[in-house]
């Protein structure tokens, strides 16, 4: 097992209109795209662009909108609850409803996002985890050209397993076959702690939290499926870079 990782977390530029990550390797910097940039430009979203067309743009990017804040103020709730030096159930709610001010989010998002952290909350998700590893850090690697992301949390389950996982919202319970991307955004961290720490960790989790349902969704993945979805993601990785790079050096060269 490994101990608790304190991780300086990386510093994310937009180049091209894309999310990029600033590494710094020996004396050379790269920028290496995003894991979510990658799979949203290199896997099928013609779902997405039928619902944008059937909701119209105005109304798609008022709830994608909401449900990315509501998001990211779930995640709040999830990080602070878990962080090793709160116990109290009410300092967790108060603090993470202050970060979640403080970061513009208004009682819409944060009441969402507070309800969604609760379904995880009261069916005892968290009792899974014995202790966190990492939690909201940057995880990078140069294979395939690179890429690097930022990971919800790296535990050590009460099995002294070594897990992977990311936190996920949706309106409605999900199918595994919907959600193929996520399997292979785990796959991806799981492929870039190894090449950062040179220890494989021990399998994977999705954790979805929905509107409908007030018991969240646990997808467990092995550690030869893990494996498998990041080898998926590395074939996306090298196809990315193939159709990117040269743009990317122009536009490092125009900005210096």
Request: aromatic share 10%; net charge positive.
């Amino acid at each position: 097992m490994v101990s608790k990782i304190h991780m300086k977390d990386l510093t994310t530029v937009t180049l091209n209109g894309k999310r990029h990550y600033v590494v710094k390797s020996g004396s050379k910097v790269h920028f290496l795209p995003s894991v979510t940039t990658i799979l949203g430009e290199m896997t099928d979203h013609s779902g997405i662009d039928e619902w944008k067309e059937r909701v119209g743009e105005v109304e798609a990017n008022k709830i994608s909108k909401f449900s990315t804040s509501r998001g990211t103020c779930m995640h709040v709730f999830c990080e602070i609850y878990l962080d090793e030096k709160i116990k109290d159930i009410k300092t967790i709610l108060k603090k993470s409803y202050d970060r979640c001010i403080e970061e513009g989010f208004n009682e819409d998002h944060i009441n969402n996002g507070r309800k969604l952290f609760y379904n995880f909350y009261h069916a005892k998700s968290f009792d899974r985890i014995k202790k966190v590893l990492i939690q909201e850090a940057s995880l990078w690697t140069l294979r395939e050209g690179g890429y690097a992301g930022r990971t919800d949390n790296i535990y050590e389950s009460v099995l002294n397993l070594n897990i992977v996982s990311d936190f996920k919202t949706s309106k409605k319970p999900k199918k595994a076959d919907w959600i193929k991307n996520y399997f292979m955004q785990l796959g991806a961290y799981h492929i870039a702690y190894f090449d950062m720490f040179k220890k494989e960790l021990d399998g994977s989790e999705i954790w979805i939290s929905n509107e409908q349902d007030v018991v969240p969704q646990i997808f467990e993945i092995s550690k030869q499926d893990t494996r498998n979805n990041g080898k998926e993601f590395l074939k996306l990785v090298k196809e990315y870079h193939k159709k990117n790079d040269k743009l990317l050096e122009k536009e490092l060269l125009k900005n210096n």
